[in-house]
């Protein structure tokens, strides 16, 4: 159990367009899912934190309005990266947490497999 | 705020030979420690955990205890092979943030 998918796993786009990231937890329902960013042979930094059914939360120095982020179910986030740019191209990570599990008071999160995101 | 600070590599060992990765973090309250491990190309899988002082993780062969006194949350593991070859990261959990450290890169050599 506690399974977290991302699609799509790689995507490379031209500068300019916006690509979409999926983040699904396939069989339990995150009231919170995150989002993290690595850049090559970093540590992940997360981006922000989304709650179904509410607006995200960014961290500092994120820009909202480039990477948007819509939690419109309890399995299901997504990432938007408008107006994508070479120095967007990084490895985009996704977590999730069981709101039933929090409530009982377990934190755990599970991490998806990552998206290579590539941007020419 | 709360950190996580890693030994950083990279590291290269042959196979069979004994592993440590050092890892020690900077926490208010209590907060459980976590190894993740990357392989190349792949996201982060939970490797093991701990979530109290004096608890051990353990998992495939790996080993990390939870030293409050020291504030440490060493990652061992007595035998490696050449399928461990990965990056691990060390990260704690304070409230619903995760910390990460900044990742071991490993490589064993046949």
């Known amino acids: 159990g506690a399974v977290v998918s991302q699609h799509p796993s790689r995507v490379i786009c031209k500068s300019g367009t916006s690509v979409k990231i999926e983040c699904r937890s396939l069989?339990?329902?995150?009231?919170?899912m995150f989002w993290y960013r690595q850049f090559p042979k970093q540590s992940l930094m997360l981006m922000a934190t989304s709650n179904e059914g509410s607006k995200a939360t960014y961290e500092q120095g994120v820009e909202k309005d480039k990477f948007l982020i819509n939690h419109a179910s309890l399995t299901l986030s997504t990432l938007t990266v408008t107006s994508a740019h070479p120095e967007d191209s990084s490895f985009y990570i996704c977590?999730?947490?069981?709101?039933?599990?929090?409530?009982?008071?377990?934190?755990?999160?599970?991490f998806g497999p990552g998206t290579r995101l590539t941007v020419l | 705020g709360d950190s996580v600070t890693q030994m950083e590599g990279p590291v290269t060992l042959s196979e069979e030979a004994f592993l440590t990765i050092n890892c020690t973090y900077t926490?208010?309250?209590?907060?459980?420690l976590f190894w993740y491990v990357q392989y190349p190309g792949e996201g982060l899988q939970l490797l093991l955990k701990a979530t109290k002082a004096d608890d051990k993780g353990s998992n495939k062969g790996f080993e990390a205890t939870y030293r409050k006194e020291t504030t440490s949350f060493h990652l061992e593991k007595g035998s490696v092979q050449v399928s461990d070859s990965a990056v691990y990261f060390c990260?704690?959990?304070?409230?619903?943030?995760?910390?990460f450290g900044t990742g071991t890169s490993l490589t064993v050599i046949p």
């Open positions: 069989d339990f329902q995150a009231t919170t």
């Open positions: 977590s999730a947490r069981s709101g039933g599990a929090a409530i009982r008071g377990y934190n755990e999160q599970f």
């Open positions: 926490a208010t309250g209590y907060p459980s």
């Open positions: 990260a704690l959990r304070g409230g619903n943030q995760f910390y």
